[in-house]
């Protein structure tokens, strides 16, 4: 899985190959197959109010960012992130929050996160700045950032 998000009281978590969006019933674990995307998911996540997903098509090209139908699994692009990103990385969207948070660490970038805003509506982002170290996932918690690094 490639992320987690949260809608309406339901936590949905997205796949990393094959585009597919998951529900995933909190008390055990388990997840049913909601929908398969047009896209596969580097990052998932969720404001308050839908689900997202980022992807890279391929290197040298910016990452996408998608709006994903919690009920169907379709994905609908929403535009580029504006963020031309080379050979590999750890990358994470936040959860639980208005506001849409996307973290992108490259490997060769001394393993310091690059904290942006993403749009939810043209998907761009906006650098709000390096974070000092490896942010891999976020969740909003009581109005507070919380991040786990690897």
Do not use: C
């Amino acid at each position: 899985m490639s992320g987690f998000g949260e809608v309406g009281g339901k936590l949905y978590a997205g796949a990393e190959s094959g585009g597919a969006t998951y529900s995933v019933n909190p008390a055990n674990g388990s997840d049913t197959p909601v929908g398969v995307g047009s896209a596969t998911y580097d990052a998932f996540g969720s404001t308050t109010t839908g689900l997202f997903g980022v992807s890279l098509p391929s290197i040298g090209n910016p990452f996408l960012t998608y709006s994903v139908n919690p009920a169907s699994g379709a994905a609908t692009l929403l535009g580029s992130t504006g963020q031309m990103i080379g050979n590999g990385g750890v990358t994470g969207i936040s959860s639980g929050s208005s506001t849409l948070y996307w973290t992108w660490t490259p490997l060769s970038g001394g393993g310091n996160s690059i904290l942006y805003s993403l749009n939810p509506t043209t998907g761009f982002a906006t650098a709000i700045g390096n974070t000092g170290g490896l942010i891999g996932a976020m969740v909003f918690v009581n109005g507070t950032l919380v991040r786990r690094g690897h």
